[in-house]
């Protein structure tokens, strides 16, 4: 029996919390990580699951704005450090994985390295 590329329902849980996958899914944690909406999936996994728990605030004695303005206070700070620490993530993830972490802004390398090689056929160098 060969083995899946992508990981069973157990090992994507035991991901998303941190663990590391065997060396067969490298090429699907390379997508997740640096593919399309890697990032979407990156933000949705630190900020949704921590709603639940700002909800609780809600359930505090007194007025309504106070137990979203208490919600907000945690919130906003968590938005702005998530995306912040988004490309140590990816790194952090891939070393673990056992692969390149120069890997995690390639994108970004394409797009610069695009934009070069126009510059210099614009400006006839190429």
């Known amino acids: 029996m060969t083995e ?5 329902f157990a090992q994507r849980v ?3 919390c941190g663990k590391n996958l065997p060396a067969s899914k490298s090429e699907w944690v390379l997508a997740d990580l640096t ?3 890697a990032t979407r999936r990156y933000l949705t996994r630190i900020l949704l699951p921590i709603i639940p ?5 809600l359930l505090l004695p007194g007025p309504l704005w106070m137990g ?7 919130y ?5 450090f998530t995306v912040a620490l988004m490309y140590v993530y990816r790194r952090h993830r891939l070393i ?5 972490p120069a890997l995690a802004d390639i994108d970004a ?7 070069r090689l126009d510059y210099e056929r614009r400006h006839g160098r190429a």
């Open 68 to 74: 979203l303005a208490m919600m907000a206070l945690l």
């Open 4 to 8: 899946s590329p992508t990981p069973t």
């Open 109 to 115: 390398r394409r797009r610069s390295e695009a934009d």
């Open 96 to 100: 673990g994985h056992g692969l390149d």
């Open 76 to 80: 906003i700070p968590l938005i702005y």
């Open 53 to 57: 728990v700002l909800c609780l605030f």
């Open 14 to 16: 035991g991901y998303i």
């Open 35 to 37: 593919g399309p909406g």
